[in-house]
């Protein structure tokens, strides 16, 4: 498999997803006032105006960037909804984040969720860059420890010999 086809899938599937749960989400809720901000949809996954929104938005996006730029949106899409899951986390319970995007238990699990396969789409589609990376490291510390193993061996050769009475 093609490296790029990772964040290609990413970008297709989680675009696709994005834009359903945005529209989805709108038919529930379009309201971008604070009264009637925040209803639930599917009764657990607490949507509004502003987080239908961006749904749809960055969903429509990755679609868009899915064949030329893949990784691009794989990378931007892993940060941004790894930092509103983590932030929603901090956070207390069913609080606005930016004023506007809801921050329950559910829909943190989801900004996760899409962040943290984002990031593994981007590694996987880099996985050689990040090897030839770490093989510099990964060398070296094998050459120590063919080293230790040499030096145990003459150890070990020695104390036979001593315990034999040769020299």
């Known amino acids: ?3 790029t086809a990772y964040a290609r899938l990413y ?3 989680a675009g696709s997803f994005l834009v359903l749960l945005g529209f989805a989400g709108l038919l529930v809720n379009s309201e971008f006032k604070v009264p009637a901000l925040t209803s639930d949809l599917l009764g657990f996954y607490t949507v509004n105006g502003w987080a239908n929104v961006l749904h749809v938005a960055v969903g429509l996006l990755g679609l868009f960037l899915a064949r030329p730029l ?3 949106f794989a990378i931007l899409a892993g940060v941004v909804f790894t930092v509103l899951g983590l932030w929603g986390l901090v956070a207390s319970n069913g609080t606005l984040l930016l004023d506007g995007l809801p ?3 559910w829909v943190n699990l989801l900004n996760l969720l899409i962040g943290f396969a984002g990031l593994g789409a981007y590694a ?3 996985w050689d860059r990040i090897t030839e990376w770490f093989g510099g490291l990964g060398a070296r510390f094998e050459s120590m420890a063919e080293t230790r193993r040499q030096k145990k061996r ?3 050769v020695r104390e036979r010999r001593a315990a034999s009475g040769r020299r």
């Open 70 to 72: 893949p990784r691009l």
């Open 124 to 126: 996987a589609s880099r």
């Open 1 to 3: 498999m093609e490296r």
């Open 154 to 156: 003459r150890r070990k």
């Open 11 to 13: 970008a297709t599937v």
């Open 103 to 105: 921050a329950t238990r």
